[in-house]
């Protein structure tokens, strides 16, 4: 009788333990429920001021989890394409950042990029998205505010 109450006790804790992991292996990644590092605000914000975004009501904003993460991203498969094809563009050029790219999207057709250096300047880069494949419009390079 003792053995069958110890392995009772033992099933009861470890199917506690093993419930008290799933909770954590499936819930979000970050226990601060944000998938954002602090980092990608102050960019975000220097490119908007830099470059006179926040007046255009119309262009949303995006971080690189908001294109890529499954879990998170409410964009459609064929503009995360585009997003990527317009990136992989901008490395083949050799226009690759210190910081990851902040994405801003106008509609369905213009899509920017925007790009921290090292040197404190920030290269924003137009793209028209409105056929298969991403073309440069115009890229400009500011100092960052």
């Known amino acids: 009788m ?14 506690g333990l093993l419930a008290g992991l799933s909770f954590f292996a499936f819930s979000n990644p970050a ?24 007046s255009k009501k119309e262009m949303k904003s995006y971080f690189m989890n908001d294109i890529f993460d499954k879990n998170i991203s409410k964009l459609s498969s064929d503009i995360n394409k585009k997003v990527l094809s317009a990136i992989l563009l901008l490395s083949k050029d050799n226009k690759i950042g210190d910081f ?17 250096h090292e040197d404190k300047t920030i290269t924003l880069t137009e793209f028209d998205i409105s056929k298969d ?5 115009k890229t400009q390079t500011k100092e960052g505010k």
Do not use: C, W
């Not at 003792?2 to 199917?15: A, H, I, N, P, T």
């Not at 226990?31 to 980092?39: C, W």
């Not at 801003?104 to 899509?111: A, C, Q, S, T, V």
């Open 31 to 54: 226990i601060s429920d944000s998938y954002y590092l602090d980092e990608e605000f102050r960019v975000q914000k220097s490119v908007a001021d830099t470059f006179d975004l926040n």
């Open 100 to 116: 990851k790219p902040i994405i801003y999207l106008e509609g369905n057709d213009k899509l920017l990029i925007a790009i921290k």
């Open 2 to 15: 003792k053995k069958m109450l110890f392995s009772v006790k033992g099933l009861v804790l470890s199917v």
């Open 133 to 137: 494949a991403p073309i440069i419009v």
